[in-house]
């Protein structure tokens, strides 16, 4: 299991991974209000809006929150500077609270303010980690995914920011929904499936007690994943579509490779039992493949009638079929872990203590898990029929499926607030 050794305090990630929860929270009952944004053209306001609070307030916050006591403790490398968190969690949250209004208002001049306010705030984060990074005694793989996946976030969130400008004044070249999609394929498989992806060769092996040793094929898995994404990238932004589909098929060899990583783990695992958390990210992962295979289907179609509903399913089931099922089962065990060192790591040995899975509810997990799948069929399907009936019985359906989340998340913080540790007690005594 994790050391806390090298972590920081545990408010630095408690900020972000609460805050990104409340925005999913609030991101899920817009989506319950307006089932609407779902259907129609993917480039309104109210869409857009929706999808920077998932992808801003949600899932960016809770990765930056994430890799605040991840990346130090996986590398075995303490975290440079907890002072430079502070202005990085006030910029972010400024940040994403006037974004996503003036997106709403479609106010590009606010987008581009809140914008730079998040940018600056990752490059805080940025020179922090990589000041951590350098001090790893081993740079592995897991330390270049980290690497990498602040790259892209400082790029992705400047060209965001780029597109925000040339609303205003003629800033970039070409077709702005080339743009738009570089952008989006940036952010989601820059950003959050590459740190998902190298991170978890880090952490799965320790929740499941199996011995994982890093092999040529997990470097060749980090250089498909990222060198497919600079030629996908640069294929949409270009408009070439021969470049757009070799590199995507370069992208999928890459997670062919860490299947079969995933595989050995899973293999050589000594707990044999896996936990519904455990179950709802590797269901996440099972959903990259039908995903890829939506987006190649949405790359080829050129300008069908399907074609803009195949698109913003692809967007879609990206988000809500891996990316946000994977940070909700990697929270399962973040969270629990954070609290648990915080509140009760110092009684150990002079009190009874729960452990991590005690402070959950296996029952509320299964229910999440099973609820999520469910309603994102519905969704796909309202979405690919542009029918409101599916679109709103599966946003009710993810809704309560959160809502399970949340309370599992409650019943993990509820442990924050319990009586201080011994050592703390005998601090205070007169």
């Not at 050129?302 to 089931?317: I, K, M, T, V």
């Not at 079929?321 to 399962?332: D, K, N, Q, R």
């Not at 009760?344 to 299964?366: C, D, H, I, N």
Request: net charge positive.
């Amino acid at each position: 299991m994790l050391s806390a050794r090298q972590a920081p305090p545990t408010i630095v990630p408690l900020r972000f991974l609460l805050f990104g929860v409340a925005c999913l929270l609030a991101a899920s009952v817009w989506l319950l209000v307006e089932p609407g944004v779902l259907l129609g053209p993917y480039v309104r306001p109210h869409t857009v809006a929706l999808a920077h609070l998932l992808v801003l307030g949600c899932a960016t916050s809770i990765c930056m929150g994430a890799m605040y006591p991840v990346v130090p403790v996986a590398l075995d490398s303490p975290l440079h500077s907890v002072r430079l968190a502070i202005p990085h969690t006030i910029l972010h949250l400024l940040g994403v609270i006037a974004v996503v209004p003036a997106f709403y208002a479609w106010e590009m001049r606010g987008v581009a303010t809140g914008g730079g306010l998040i940018l600056t705030g990752a490059v805080l984060l940025t020179y922090n980690l990589a000041r951590t990074l350098a001090r790893t005694p081993r740079f592995g793989v897991v330390a270049g995914s980290v690497a990498t996946t602040l790259a892209w976030m400082l790029l992705a969130m400047a060209l965001g920011i780029a597109m925000a400008i040339s609303k205003l004044h003629p800033l970039l070249p070409g077709d702005p929904m080339r743009w738009l999609h570089a952008h989006a394929h940036l952010g989601v498989l820059g950003i959050f499936v590459n740190l998902i992806l190298g991170v978890s060769l880090k952490l799965l092996p320790m929740f499941v007690l199996a011995d994982w040793r890093e092999r040529p094929r997990s470097w060749a898995m980090l250089a498909m994943l990222n060198g497919g994404l600079v030629l996908l990238a640069s294929g949409i932004a270009l408009g070439s579509r021969a470049l757009a589909i070799v590199s995507g098929l370069l992208v999928a060899a890459g997670f062919g490779i860490y299947a079969m990583e995933i595989a050995a783990i899973l293999r050589a695992r000594r707990r044999a039992a896996l936990d519904p958390g455990l179950i709802t990210f590797l269901g996440a992962l099972a959903a990259i493949p039908p995903t890829c295979a939506l987006g190649f289907v949405a790359a080829t179609i050129g300008q069908a009638s399907l074609a803009p509903a195949l698109r913003l399913a692809y967007a879609f089931a990206a988000l809500f079929g891996i990316v946000i099922p994977a940070i909700v089962g990697m929270l399962y065990k973040i969270l629990p872990f954070l609290v648990w060192h915080r509140v009760y790591g110092p009684r150990v040995g002079r009190e009874p203590v729960p452990t991590f899975a005690q402070m959950v509810s296996p029952p509320l997990q299964t229910a999440t898990s099973t609820l999520f799948l469910v309603a994102l069929a519905l969704l796909l399907a309202g979405i690919l029929d542009a029918q409101m009936a599916p679109v709103a019985g599966g946003a009710a359906l993810w809704l309560l499926g959160l809502l399970c989340f949340v309370g599992n998340v409650a019943r993990a913080m509820r442990h924050w607030w319990r009586s201080p540790p011994p050592a703390a007690r005998e601090r205070t005594k007169p």
